[in-house]
């Protein structure tokens, strides 16, 4: 698809929700029996160093948690990869292996700004074995639940 821009943290804390996060959320909850294990959360990355903690991506209003059967979680994965770039996905944590295979554990991300997955071979997005999905959306989409409406009713023809 495309390569674009990693947004990360570089947006800093949300002081409120963003819709558009809120409407994702309850699309993919919906459409792949998903639960929300939640968006916000101001806090460092776990593992971050103390003295200079980096903050979570959950801070900003951006990262939604999704829990769900391995099925449901494939299905999820797969459909926010094919649709990636109409959705503004940014990142997606493949915790379990369930949508890549990883026989060290260490589950697999999706990142935008390579537009491929990496396999890890060691802690690099933590939370090993998570039954999980952690998906990064971009600003535009986080901001504007009309837009997150109208990629949803683009990719379901209706």
Same mark, same amino acid.
């Given at each position: ?8 943290n570089k947006d800093g804390p949300h002081p409120q929700p963003r819709e558009g996060t809120t409407v994702?959320? %309850? ?10 294990? *939640?968006? &916000?959360? $101001?806090? +460092? ?13 959950h801070a900003t209003w951006r990262a939604v948690d999704l829990s769900g059967k391995s099925n449901a979680r494939y299905q999820l994965i797969d459909f926010?990869?094919?649709?990636? %770039? ?10 379990? *292996?369930? &949508?890549? $295979?990883? +026989? ?55």
């Open positions: 698809m495309t390569i674009r821009p990693y947004t990360g994702f959320k %309850d699309y993919c909850c919906y459409l792949f029996g998903m639960t929300s294990l *939640g968006i &916000y959360a $101001n806090r +460092p990355v776990k593992g971050s160093p103390s003295k200079t903690p980096v903050l979570s991506v926010l990869f094919t649709h990636r %770039d109409i959705l503004g996905i940014e990142e997606i944590h493949d915790y379990a *292996g369930t &949508y890549k $295979n990883n +026989p060290k554990g260490w589950g697999a991300g999706y990142r935008c700004d390579r537009d491929e997955w990496k396999v890890y071979d060691k802690n690099t997005i933590g939370s090993k074995g998570a039954q999980w999905v952690h998906v990064e959306l971009a600003p535009l989409l986080a901001d504007h639940p009309d837009v997150v409406h109208h990629a949803f009713k683009t990719i379901m023809g209706a």
